[in-house]
């Protein structure tokens, strides 16, 4: 496996070229033709010479099927929104309280789709750590980092198949193992494999 811990920002930035294919929750042809816009941002940071990445668990709510989930800080793009770009670095100061001066945003890589039919965008930054967050407690419960060398690893991870309920095809959903009480999986967990995929080109 592949070093990661010994990469710099400007090889991190420099691997975002060789983009990965494009992800999907669901079989493609069960999505509408207008797929709403977002984006969100995966935040590299350093802990003790490694690098992690950061990631939230949103607040439960009954009835939403996203709450009490692990995944990135991000969002759909409003109208105001000049590009995705300036989407993921006003939902993470929402969310989180980190202001874009503390984030250096080195490339993005291929959106994915969701479930809920978003054609997700994730942005890819240095963040500048140790840095003070503000959990938007509405909508984030927790924050905490995930070491990137055991997400790198395939034995902390695996695919399992699941049938969509207007398919008849199943369909792959990636699972981690348990981190520290934490569950990464779904949409979250393909985007963080995609990532992964691209860090392993040279």
């Not at 080195?106 to 959990?135: D, M």
Request: aromatic share 10%; glycine share 4%.
């Amino acid at each position: 496996m592949p070093d990661f811990d010994s990469l710099s920002v400007d090889e991190i930035r420099k691997r975002l070229h060789a983009q990965n294919e494009t992800t999907y929750d669901v079989p493609p042809e069960l999505l509408g033709a207008n797929s709403r816009q977002a984006a969100v941002l995966i935040p590299f940071l350093r802990i003790e010479d490694n690098w992690h990445i950061l990631y939230i668990r949103r607040t439960r709510f009954e009835g939403d099927r996203h709450s009490g989930q692990v995944a990135f800080a991000g969002g759909k793009r409003d109208p105001e929104d000049a590009d995705l770009a300036t989407t993921a670095l006003r939902e993470v100061r929402e969310e989180i309280g980190i202001s874009p001066a503390d984030i250096n945003l080195l490339g993005s890589i291929n959106h994915h789709h969701t479930i809920s039919e978003f054609q997700v965008t994730p942005y890819v930054a240095e963040l500048r750590w140790p840095c003070p967050l503000k959990l938007n407690d509405v909508e984030v419960a927790r924050a905490f980092t995930l070491p990137l060398c055991w997400l790198a690893d395939d034995r902390n991870y695996r695919e399992e198949e699941r049938l969509h309920p207007d398919s008849n095809r199943p369909w792959p959903v990636v699972y981690y193992d348990y981190y520290e009480g934490e569950l990464l999986w779904g949409a979250t967990a393909r985007m963080t494999l995609s990532l992964i995929q691209v860090l392993r080109e040279k």
